[in-house]
């Protein structure tokens, strides 16, 4: 029940933080059924063989759709590369570390073979974040396709983007300015049953918290010894959510 609510609104994300409505202009779930109906399955099975030799890349999917779509959009913007006169989103420090891109690139290769021209990179991401889901072992769910490639991409747009140090009144503040309410703010924070979280994200509360506390208070004490177990080895060194990274 909870994972069924959480993916019903990752597809409700999809949908306000693209901006687009439902009709003959707008994203449909048959988007490309005439002009490239064997687009799904291209993406279905390049995730899938991606995921058999890198289980990890699963959670690198949702996040890399996540970190597209709080920005300007679903635009596929954070494929965009730097140019000299221009940083993009890809090289903001929040995106250093997102991962497969090499994914998309495949399955937008192999796409262009059948219908060139056709399959935005956009609607790309977000199918591939959505056959990672399933076959991570989350649910079946689809999404509306016809989004359209942004051309614009910032890094200071990046600032958009909610950062680890956020509290729960700051998180549920700036999701309600996408549109989301707390609940729904929280039911979206499942999706860390995938993947881990690097020390740099969180070490600031293990010590020196404030002028009063060492620790965060707020942090369980048992769990705080466990994170400044796993920290000792260094900024990069990786926590895991729950005991299973790859699935949910």
């Known amino acids: 029940m909870v994972m069924s609510y959480l993916f019903s609104l990752i597809l409700v994300m999809d949908i306000i933080v693209s901006g687009w409505s439902f009709g003959v202009d707008g994203l449909s779930m048959n988007y490309y059924i005439m002009n490239c109906p064997f687009a799904e399955g291209i993406i279905k099975n390049t995730v899938n063989m991606a995921l058999q030799s890198d289980p990890t890349l699963a959670a690198g999917l ?71 889901v399933f076959f991570a072992g989350g649910p079946v769910y689809d999404i509306p396709k016809g989004r359209k490639d942004g051309r614009r991409s910032k890094i200071e747009d990046t600032m958009k983007l909610p950062s680890p140090t956020l509290n729960s009144s700051e998180l549920i503040r700036m999701f309600g300015q996408r549109g989301f309410t707390a609940q729904e703010m929280v039911a979206l924070s499942g999706a860390h049953t995938l993947g881990v979280a690097r020390c740099s994200s969180f070490k600031h509360r293990l010590s020196n918290f404030d002028t009063t506390n060492n620790v965060d208070p707020t942090l369980d004490t048992q769990f705080a010894k466990t994170l400044s177990k796993t920290c000792s080895r260094g900024d990069n060194a990786e926590q895991t959510f729950d005991s299973t990274r790859k699935q949910f």
Not at 77 to 86: A, C, P, Y
Request: glycine residues 8%.
């Open 62 to 132: 949702v996040r890399m759709h996540f970190h597209d779509c709080f920005v300007e959009g679903c635009d596929g913007s954070v494929l965009i590369d730097s140019t000299k006169g221009n940083t993009a989103e890809k090289d903001s420090p929040a995106n250093l570390s997102l991962r497969g891109y090499e994914i998309i690139d495949k399955a937008k290769e192999e796409i262009e073979k059948q219908c060139p021209g056709v399959v935005s990179c956009a609607d790309i991401v977000a199918m591939a974040a959505r056959d990672a």
